[in-house]
């Protein structure tokens, strides 16, 4: 058998070992496919030609450089403890290393490392762990009837949560798959998990963790399992639920009635409103092979989050189909700044100004229109310019430059006007800036969307209190004149 490039990619993509190579200058050249799941990339284009200073994984990046600047002088390494940030959260994990070697001359050097972190907790918190899954409950199912034979319950759980861990949950699939067998697939994120863990600790966050992944594999029952993706991401394959009206009410059980997917969460240091975003798209309506499949998922995933998270997204082909994933996440923040400046600039008066970055907010926001009170307290629209409502009382709703809601019930007693207002518009979730310098308030910028519990994106709210300013530094300007 030649070892051609084909085949060696489809060997170093079956690793559950996140492997990596790089040139003599400690530049990214190639990762495979476990190692793109780790970070979370859709593609390894992101960090080619790049170095793990670029990527800004380590919060001391030194000591890496110099373990790997001795392989590049014909060291080799062998299982060493490291940490690395993944999508916020400090992660434990063990490397090795080697040099790539063409003739005589060093190259470059290959490596790989694994995920220990939660082993690790395992081993310093036996006595607070849960286990979800037991052997007689998985052997119901034929994949792991097998591989029980063989394998150990603890080599096939992750060692946290007592979920199936990645590396079975995706081997269930391709099972699945392999034997033809309807089933829908999903992912599950849990929104703001990082803000979770850095206010109430990460034991806190251990247990939001803990209690949602059992409360989903109880819902679930005996028609599937929940395993863990990596991190906050979790994964569920269900074998009962493929229609779409199966799946709708089997998705609105997890989210209403504070139950599973939005619910409060009662932790030592105290309560959080805990909520995820979903996607999910089924075998095989909608895709007969993995990589379609886990396509489909990950993009109902992006459209989630781009709706302002805490909801779910079931995939259907007359709606999604022609959705990109790159279309769907967001530029970094000081880009869409640039860019709505920019259309701001286009406009002469304010209204043309509103008008000039309506598009861009609505698709960035996800919003209908935007809102604005004048300095005399009346609401009024971009798109309507015949709005025109009293709110008198706005100013008594907040101390604070931005105000947010996800249930408008809330402003009801506070401000009954701007209340009335937008509960005849369907609103269920507001966001506010307050545009001024100072005490002096011109008025405020209103954002609102149909759907309750909206959870509003701190880049979101960053860049409405950019156009505030933008407002503000025109309305002085003008009053110059």
């Given at each position: ?25 400690r530049?990214f ?6 190692f ?9 284009s992101?960090?080619i ?6 990527m800004?994984?380590?919060?001391d990046?030194e ?17 060493v403890?490291g ?5 916020g ?7 090795s290393?080697?040099p ?5 001359r060093?190259?470059?050097?290959v ?8 082993v ?5 918190r036996t ?6 899954y037991?052997?007689?409950?998985l ?18 759980l992750?060692?946290?949560?007592g ?17 033809g067998?309807?089933?829908?697939f ?13 206010t ?12 949602v ?19 906050d991401e979790?994964l569920?394959?269900?074998l ?6 199966e ?9 209403e009635?504070?139950?599973v997917?939005?619910r ?5 240091s105290?309560?959080?409103?805990i ?7 089924s ?5 007969d ?36 994933i790159?279309?769907?996440?967001k530029h ?8 709505l ?20 907010l609505t698709?960035?926001l ?5 809102y ?12 309507d ?5 009293d709110v ?10 931005l105000?947010t809601t996800?249930?408008l ?11 009335e207002a ?7 979730s507001?966001m506010?800036?307050r ?6 308030t ?6 609102g969307?149909?759907r309750?519990?909206?959870?509003w994106?701190?880049n979101?709210?960053?860049l ?10 025109h ?7």
């Amino acid at each position: 058998m030649n070892m051609t490039v084909e085949l060696f990619d489809n060997i170093i993509n079956t690793s559950q070992d996140c492997v990596f190579w790089k040139d003599d200058k400690r530049r990214f050249l190639g990762v495979n496919q476990a190692f793109l799941d780790f970070y979370g990339f859709e593609s390894a284009s992101i960090l080619i030609g790049k170095t793990d200073e670029d990527m800004g994984w380590h919060n001391d990046p030194e000591p890496y450089k110099q373990d790997e600047l001795r392989v590049l002088s014909g060291e080799s390494t062998h299982k060493v403890h490291g940490k690395c940030m993944v999508r916020g959260e400090e992660r434990d994990i063990i490397a090795s290393k080697r040099p790539l070697y063409e003739g005589d001359r060093i190259v470059g050097l290959v490596g790989s490392f694994i995920d220990i972190t939660d082993v690790l907790k395992r081993q310093g918190r036996t006595d607070d762990l849960q286990i979800v899954y037991t052997v007689e409950m998985l052997r119901r199912i034929p994949y792991f009837d097998r591989i029980l034979d063989e394998t150990a319950l603890d080599d096939i759980l992750d060692p946290l949560t007592g979920i199936v861990g990645r590396m079975h949950s995706m081997n269930f699939v391709h099972s699945l798959i392999a034997a033809g067998t309807p089933f829908t697939f999903a992912i599950i994120d849990l929104d703001n998990f990082k803000f979770i863990n850095d206010t109430f600790g990460h034991k806190s966050g251990d247990t939001v963790l803990k209690t949602v992944t059992r409360s989903i594999a109880e819902t679930l029952g005996e028609n599937g399992i929940v395993g863990r993706f990596g991190g906050d991401e979790l994964l569920m394959i269900d074998l009962r639920d493929i229609d779409l009206e199966e799946k709708q009410r089997f998705f609105k059980n997890l989210y209403e009635n504070n139950s599973v997917l939005r619910r409060n969460i009662h932790l030592d240091s105290g309560s959080t409103l805990i909520t995820c975003t979903s996607g999910c798209a089924s075998f095989p309506d909608d895709a007969d092979n993995y990589s379609d499949l886990f396509g489909l998922i990950d993009k109902t995933l992006y459209l989630g989050k781009s709706k302002g998270r805490n909801c779910y997204v079931i995939y259907q082909a007359e709606k999604h189909s022609g959705i990109e994933i790159k279309k769907l996440v967001k530029h970094n923040i000081y880009d869409d700044m640039i860019n709505l400046q920019k259309l701001f600039e286009q406009g002469e008066t304010l209204q043309e100004k509103m008008r000039s970055v309506l598009t861009f907010l609505t698709d960035f926001l996800q919003i209908p229109d935007l809102y604005f009170t004048d300095s005399e307290n009346r609401l009024r629209s971009v798109t309507d310019e015949t709005l025109n409502i009293d709110v008198t009382g706005i100013s008594v709703l907040t101390d604070e430059d931005l105000y947010t809601t996800s249930d408008l019930s809330e402003m009801e007693k506070i401000c009954p006007r701007l209340y009335e207002a937008l509960k005849s518009r369907g609103f269920g979730s507001v966001m506010m800036i307050r545009t001024g310098g100072g005490v002096m308030t011109d008025g405020w910028l209103i954002c609102g969307v149909k759907r309750r519990f909206r959870i509003w994106q701190e880049n979101e709210c960053a860049l409405m209190y950019f156009l505030s300013n933008l407002i503000h530094s025109h309305l002085l300007l003008t009053a110059k004149r």
